[in-house]
């Protein structure tokens, strides 16, 4: 897939964050490289963490929070101190996202990454990725309207609310794509050349 570069944008670091679990081809993978494939033509310097090729268990324990995670999750989560921009993409399972999705994002956030323990008890941790923006693109089988007004989007809420919120994401954007099962060519098409051109924006 190649879309024309529209206009020139500031050259903006970006961490793109592939978190559909299995690595067969599946429309989040090809999000992903619009995507990438958008930023890249406008110039962005984007590294991307592809959850799918990486090996990393669970949190078990809420002590493990104190401590860095292991690798490959503590060298991959330098590319989100690095970006000033995170763009997280993955398909609803369930209502929610993949618990390997969840996983890494848990794994990535010990050791005070997303936030740093405050000095006392009245006050708030410190907000670590202050400076940085983040994008959401869901997909899932439903209609995005369902689930934004029946479902009340509750997992998109819970991660622009918990995660990306409190630990100083600003602005945070999302991108609903619902009924992928029935989309035809044609809709996926106009899909690729939306998420092409959020890349080239760095949205």
């Not at 101190?81 to 990535?108: Q, S, T, Y």
């Not at 918990?162 to 044609?186: N, W, Y």
Request: overall charge neutral.
């Amino acid at each position: 897939m190649v879309f024309p570069s529209r206009r020139s944008f500031a050259v903006t670091r970006i961490c793109l964050i592939d978190a559909h679990p299995d690595a067969a081809d599946h429309l989040c993978h090809a999000l992903a490289d619009a995507y990438e494939e958008g930023a890249r033509k406008a110039g962005h310097d984007i590294e991307r963490i592809d959850l799918a090729q990486l090996e990393f268990g669970f949190l078990e324990k809420v002590s493990d929070f104190e401590i860095a995670p292991p690798e490959p999750v503590l060298s991959e989560r330098e590319k989100i101190a690095r970006a000033d921009h995170v763009c997280l993409v993955f398909p609803l399972w369930l209502g929610n996202m993949p618990a390997r999705a969840k996983a890494f994002l848990e794994l990535a956030a010990c050791g005070n990454f997303f936030l740093a323990a405050a000095n006392s008890s009245r006050n708030w941790p410190k907000q670590m990725m202050k400076g940085k923006s983040a994008r959401t693109i869901i997909t899932m089988g439903m209609p995005g309207p369902v689930y934004s007004l029946v479902f009340d989007a509750g997992a998109l809420k819970a991660l622009e609310r918990g995660l990306f919120g409190i630990s100083g994401f600003k602005p945070v954007r999302h991108t609903i794509l619902g009924g992928v099962e029935q989309a035809g060519d044609e809709a996926r098409q106009k899909w690729f050349r939306k998420i092409d051109l959020l890349g080239q924006r760095a949205e």
